[in-house]
């Protein structure tokens, strides 16, 4: 079993599939920036993960196919990097990006979300961005997104 990890799998800060290969495309490596080494997960890189860049044709291809769909001008390059990538080596794409999810759908590519519904209610507590207001469910020195600091906030049950 291959899995295609995107950003919001990884910030989730839930957990990842105990078994199977995962593979990290380089652009949502950069998106990640430090937020991947706090997360603790830079021990998976030896273990079973890799950072692996989809070919140019697999990308071309995702492009052409979204296209008039209204998600390509949502999507990312670091976005298409992870259809791609899922194109090309037959993985699950794991999201929570309703983009990518309805992109995955339209090209017939499996992907699952991240944040089930069981395991969020686990959470009693989550972060908030005090610039941003993005939610994380973990605290982080500051927001991988915009450099903020992150306020404890009670989540709603
Ligand atoms: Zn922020």
Redesign the pocket.
């Known amino acids: 079993m291959r899995f295609i990890l995107d950003t919001s799998a990884v910030l989730s800060g839930l957990p990842l599939p105990q078994e199977g290969e995962l593979l990290l495309p380089p652009l949502v490596e950069r998106e990640l920036g430090h937020a991947w080494a706090r997360r603790g997960l830079e021990y998976l890189k030896e273990v079973r993960l890799a950072v692996r860049e989809p070919s140019r044709a697999a990308i071309e291809a995702v492009r052409a196919k979204c296209r008039g769909t209204g998600d390509d001008a949502r999507l990312s390059e670091a976005d298409l990097e992870v259809l791609a990538l899922a194109l090309e080596t037959s993985g699950t794409i794991l999201t929570d990006d309703y983009s990518i999810q309805n992109t995955a759908s339209v090209l017939g590519l499996p992907y699952k979300p991240v944040s089930q519904k069981g395991i969020r209610e686990v959470f009693a507590w989550t972060y908030r961005?005090t610039?941003?207001?993005?939610l994380f469910d973990q605290n982080l020195p500051e927001?991988p997104?915009?450099?903020?600091e992150l306020k404890s906030h009670r989540a709603r049950r």
């Open positions: 961005c610039g941003c207001r993005k927001c997104v915009c450099g903020a």
